[in-house]
């Protein structure tokens, strides 16, 4: 695991961006395509605003989430409406979206669907971006998750349904496996308190820090971007 430290939430987004920019780059050297799974929440807006503008060839990119509320993107949490409003934009507008959320009635429900969507696309994703909230939760997988485990398994499927994690409403999810063998895991955060956080996820995998398994797994790629 490799820790970039920044002063500034501006110079922060602009080195993810170029990192992710690069990876895709490489990967489309030697692929017709290339998967991207991007996180919500905050923190990846100003990525995805300069991301939009690299000079890639955007027609063979595909993207997709890591995670998503199961709500329709009408609504204010939907990380699919935030990926089309932030990142689907200017050069990338020629990326090829595949959302999570779908006519399901539920989470559970769509977990069929989206594992063989996934599994077509073939893993491993070229890059998944993660989040980390507060409480050490990463992508869906939250320390009081009932799926928890299931989404911690060696053999979970690429997503799983994360029923009753949070309030309002279900998640879905990739799984540890799928995230930890993507080309390049990044990880972004800011701020003194979700540092605490991650130095205590950094120390051993623990259930209380669902991010720690990203963390502590040696055989994972994974690039820590950090804005004090
Ligand atoms: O709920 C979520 O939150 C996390 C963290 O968001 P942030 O704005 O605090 O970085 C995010 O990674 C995840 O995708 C999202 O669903």
Redesign the pocket.
């Known amino acids: 695991m490799k820790l970039h430290v920044f002063n500034q939430i501006s110079e922060q987004s602009s080195a993810i961006a170029k990192a992710i920019a690069q990876q895709l780059s490489a990967t489309l050297a030697n692929q017709d395509s290339a998967v991207i799974a991007v ?6 807006v100003p990525v995805f605003e300069q991301l939009r503008e690299m000079e890639l060839p955007w027609d063979r990119v595909i993207v997709t ?5 199961w709500v329709p993107e009408s609504d204010s949490g939907s ?1 699919a409406a935030l990926v089309r409003t932030h990142l689907l934009q200017g050069q990338a507008a020629s990326a090829t979206f595949i959302p999570m959320f779908g006519s399901e009635a539920s989470a559970s429900d769509a977990e069929s669907r989206l594992n063989a969507t996934f599994t077509h696309l073939g893993l491993p994703f070229s890059v998944v971006v ?5 409480d050490g ?4 997988l939250f320390p009081a998750s009932p799926a928890l485990d299931a989404g911690l398994a060696n053999d979970a499927p690429i997503c799983l349904a994360q029923v009753g994690a ?1 309030a309002p409403t279900d ?1 879905m999810s990739l799984t540890l496996p799928a995230i930890n063998q993507a080309g390049k895991v990044f990880l ?2 800011a701020g003194s308190a ?1 540092k605490a956080v991650f130095d205590k996820a950094c120390e051993a995998p623990s259930k209380t820090w669902p991010v720690s398994f990203v963390l502590c797994d040696t055989a994972a790629d994974v690039e820590v971007f950090y804005a004090e």
Do not use: I
């Open positions: 996180s919500g929440g905050k923190s990846p989430l890591v995670d998503e509320r990380n993660l989040g980390m909230g507060d939760h990463t992508a869906s949070v998640r972004q955060f979700k």
